[in-house]
């Protein structure tokens, strides 16, 4: 029962992929759930496979000329639906009955000629209605059941006037009227009267339509969020004319100003703008894009705004206007030829003047409410900074004097700053901030950039006092001597450190030892060949390391085995890594730790030729690993065989003697010159028998026979291998063996014996007499190379204690001893 039940899932799960599949050659699933995107497939109907519960769905540049009822699958859940260019010209009454839930409809683009009454108009919950670029000439479209629409954008059409169907006072949430780029050149007073009526949050968007006139009046006690005219005149007077008509309007935030520079301002009224003095605003955005060598007065109608923004215009200079709402000013990018002087702005709290090149500052006095300033990218060139420039400015904690030429600091630059939190000065040029510790009274800065600001750091204190800096960014400037290891002390809440470009060729790692809570590194762009500042147990907090563009070849075992845990990213890119056999565990762990490498491709191996490029990922380490293999296999191999002859040398040490004292040429005995007659190989545990009865009997008897005993007869200081061979071997005509348990346990006896076997089978004689002085047991025997041999073919005398048979062994041995070969 189980079997079948899983059987049937595992079909169900495999239709299920099969479907799913399926939909990803019509539409694809986005990343976030339940959104759809089948765009420019060029298909004529919602594919059905589309689950019912998408939420959105992106369908845009297919085909669908004609929309009606079957064209949607059953979609409840359906939210926003984007039909941009799909050749829609019909839509049918019931076209949206199965999206009815939706609530933004995309319709730009297509070219619409008929629109069912009951349409657009079933979608009750529509918010969000864009029908930009329909062809539309007018608001004669079914739309007046859809009373919770707050949004209409109605933009690129030829609608040639802003009177709003009386149904739209019914829309009280309404809130957005796009209207730009249309035709609409004349508004009269009649033709706002529905907007009038609206009251309140609405914001009209005007732009980019070729107004010529506004009846005076048209905009009395309308009250707007917002009016956008920029670009929406035919010409400067009619512009003019137009902010005079707009008389008594209410308005939060007005917009004006131009997109093109189409039109030069020479000879106009430098008034021109004057009819702003008419209109309510609180908030000004002007755009101006005309160029002009006259001064115009544009601000003394924002007089009682508070916020002005005046970007890219052409303004030369600003006008003393007493301001007394003023909040926020931001000027960018005109003409300025100075630094407006301005003071006694007490409502001030924002200002932003930036890109005016190149310009002259002079100071900005009594803002007490001041708490931000951005005067970068300025090119200014100033002496003496900082607080006679921001004089009675006690609230600052914004400063942004970064893309300026030049500034040179007093020696309390930041008196009466003391409450500075941001300070910006990079790409500037510095004199004395690195030399002393001149910021020292900044206990609330916690963002400080000096990145290029030609400064050489000499002084330790150089960030002293700095208690809650958290960013410090010091790139492009340089380190007198060892600075670097004292210059970050008590810098314990530093969060961000970047020291890139800057020459640094080493760091020891009390460098970072105060550092307890620094995450991010930046260290790229120096000359560093090792990370050894990381071993040691600082910097716990590190998340993120960039050392790319240094000269590491290489990061040690030790120091990878000690990397902060919590690092997440380390950038190693284009550094000249070794590439070389001997680096296979860094590799590896290069290879392994792919995650940690925001750009593992960027990480390439040290190449003579730039036309080569390696990347380490693509390292052949498996080879290095097989010949790591080999080595150690032939190390062993080594080992082994270099003990094995350890053991062969000892256990044949006097054959190897022997070799030694053949090669040296041992040959030196003539045939007949003998020194003795017989040469005696016995144990020393025999010498009793050897000096009793032995020598007496043969040197003592008739002939006497002349022995040589090695204890008698050796040359003193000679070795003793050397005396056995010159004197006793070679020395004598006959050898003497007197064999005995002791003989066989003696291995100088067998060596003396097995020596005189082989040298006087390599002189061609033989002449080895035997005398077996007690029995031995025949395994022993054997334990002696070649005697054996002799005792098989009894050429052998036997010693015995009767006497009787002694006599005869004396002369059985005598006469063995005198024969000749
Ligand atoms: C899209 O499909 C329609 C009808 O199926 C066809 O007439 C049209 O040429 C197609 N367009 C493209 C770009 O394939
Ligand atoms: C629009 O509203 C009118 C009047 O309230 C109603 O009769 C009509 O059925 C509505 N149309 C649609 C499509 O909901
Ligand atoms: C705009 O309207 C005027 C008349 O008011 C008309 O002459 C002109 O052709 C229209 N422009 C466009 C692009 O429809
Ligand atoms: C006014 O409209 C804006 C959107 O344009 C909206 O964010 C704001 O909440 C609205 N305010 C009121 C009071 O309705
Ligand atoms: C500024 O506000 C004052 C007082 O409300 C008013 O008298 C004056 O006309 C306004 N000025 C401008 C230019 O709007
Ligand atoms: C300072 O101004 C520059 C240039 O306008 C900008 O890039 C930088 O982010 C600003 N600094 C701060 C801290 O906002
Ligand atoms: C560092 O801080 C400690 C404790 O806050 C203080 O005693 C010491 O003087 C400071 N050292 C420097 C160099 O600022
Ligand atoms: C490492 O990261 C974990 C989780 O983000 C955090 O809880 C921990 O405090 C971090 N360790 C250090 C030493 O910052």
């Not at 340089?478 to 970050?488: A, M, N, V």
């Not at 000249?576 to 680096?583: A, K, M, S």
């Not at 097989?626 to 003990?643: E, G, T």
């Amino acid at each position: 029962m189980t079997a079948v039940c899983m059987g049937g899932c595992l079909c169900l799960y495999i239709v299920f992929i099969l479907i799913q599949h399926g939909n990803g050659e019509a539409c694809r699933k986005m990343k976030r759930a339940e959104h759809y995107s089948c765009e420019g497939r060029n298909l004529t109907s919602i594919p059905s496979s589309i689950p019912s519960s998408t939420e959105e769905l992106y369908f845009s540049f297919n085909f669908l000329p004609s929309l009606h009822k079957p064209v949607f699958p059953w979609l409840y859940g359906l939210r926003v639906l984007d039909l941009t260019r799909c050749y829609i010209q019909y839509i049918a009454d019931n076209a949206f009955h199965n999206v009815k839930n939706v609530t933004t409809l995309i319709l730009t683009g297509n070219p619409i000629s008929y629109i069912g009454p009951d349409s657009i108009n079933s979608l009750h919950k529509l918010h969000r209605l864009v029908l930009v670029d329909t062809g539309l000439s007018s608001f004669n479209i079914p739309f007046n059941n859809l009373t919770k629409l707050q949004d209409l954008n109605i933009g690129t059409n030829n609608i040639k006037s802003v009177a709003l169907p009386v149904f739209m006072t019914n829309f009280t949430d309404f809130c957005l009227l796009d209207l730009h780029a249309n035709n609409i050149s004349i508004i009269k007073v009649n033709h706002t009267t529905v907007l009038r009526e609206m009251r309140g949050n609405i914001t009209l968007k005007l732009s980019r339509n070729p107004i010529l006139h506004i009846e005076p009046g048209a905009f009395q006690d309308i009250l707007l969020r917002e009016l956008n005219i920029q670009g929406a005149f035919v010409s400067l007077n009619a512009l003019t004319d137009g902010l005079k008509a707009l008389s008594g309007l209410d308005v939060i935030k007005l917009t004006i100003g131009s997109y093109i520079p189409a039109i030069s301002l020479k000879g106009v009224d430098p008034y021109y703008l004057d009819g702003l003095c008419l209109i309510k605003f609180k908030e000004i955005y002007f755009l101006q894009k005309e160029s002009s060598y006259y001064e115009f007065h544009v601000l003394h109608c924002m007089v009682n705004a508070t916020k002005i923004t005046l970007k890219k215009g052409y303004l030369r200079f600003i006008e003393n206007v007493p301001f007394h709402h003023l909040k926020e000013l931001y000027i960018g990018k005109n003409d300025l030829s100075e630094i407006p002087k301005l003071s006694h702005l007490h409502s001030l709290e924002k200002l932003v003047i930036i890109n005016n090149s190149p310009a002259l500052f002079r100071g900005f006095s009594d803002m007490p409410n001041l708490q931000y300033v951005d005067l970068s990218r300025n090119q200014f060139s100033i002496k003496g900074c900082c607080s006679y420039y921001f004089k009675d400015m006690p609230k600052i904690r914004f400063i942004n004097l970064s893309l300026n030429a030049n500034i040179n600091t007093d020696l309390k630059p930041f008196s009466g700053l003391e409450l500075l939190e941001v300070l910006d000065f990079h790409h500037t040029k510095l004199d004395i901030i690195g030399k002393y510790g001149v910021l020292q009274n900044l206990k609330y800065l916690t963002y400080l950039d000096l990145s290029y600001t030609r400064l050489t750091f000499s002084s330790p204190s150089s960030f002293h006092g700095l208690n809650s800096l958290k960013v410090l960014k010091i790139s492009g400037n340089t380190f007198q001597g060892d600075i670097l290891s004292y210059l970050f002390s008590n810098l314990t809440v530093l969060e961000s450190l970047d020291m890139s470009n800057s020459g640094i060729d080493h760091i020891v790692w009390t460098t970072f030892k105060d550092l307890q809570r620094l995450q991010h590194l930046f260290l790229s762009r120096n000359k560093l060949m090792v990370l050894d500042f990381l071993t040691q147990p600082n910097l716990p907090s590190l998340t993120q390391l960039a050392v790319d563009q240094n000269n590491i070849a290489s990061i040690q075992l030790n120091t990878l085995q000690n990397i902060p845990s919590n690092l997440s990213v380390l950038d190693l890119s284009f550094n000249p890594i070794n590439c070389l056999c001997t680096q296979t565990d860094f590799i590896l762990w290069i290879i392994k730790n792919q995650k940690l490498f925001p750009h593992p491709y960027n990480i390439l191996c040290k190449s003579l030729s730039p036309s080569t490029t390696l990347r380490v990922t693509d390292f052949d380490t498996q080879s290095c690993i097989n010949i790591r293999r080999l080595k150690i296999v032939l190390s062993i191999c080594a080992a082994i065989v270099l003990v094995s002859a350890s053991v062969l040398v000892y256990k044949f040490q006097f054959y190897l003697r022997y070799g030694c004292i053949v090669l040296r040429g041992h040959r030196t005995a003539k045939q007949g010159e003998y020194s003795y007659d017989a040469f005696i190989i016995y144990s020393s545990k025999d010498e009793c028998w050897v000096m009793d009865e032995l020598v007496d009997n043969l040197e003592n008897g008739v002939p006497p026979i002349k022995l040589c005993l090695h204890v008698r007869d050796f040359e003193a200081g000679k070795a003793i291998t050397s005396n056995i061979i010159d004197e006793g071997i070679l020395g004598s005509r006959k050898i003497i063996v007197v064999v005995s348990k002791h003989f066989i346990e003696s291995s100088w006896c067998r060596f003396e014996f097995e020596m005189a076997q082989s040298l006087l089978v390599m002189q061609g004689n033989a002449n080895i007499i035997i005398i077996i002085l007690e029995d031995v047991e025949e395994k022993n025997i054997k334990k002696v190379f070649g005697l054996h041999k002799y005792l098989k073919k009894n050429t052998y005398l036997k010693w015995s204690r009767n006497p009787l048979n002694n006599m005869r062994f004396w002369i059985r041995l005598r006469k063995a001893v005198i024969a000749s070969k």
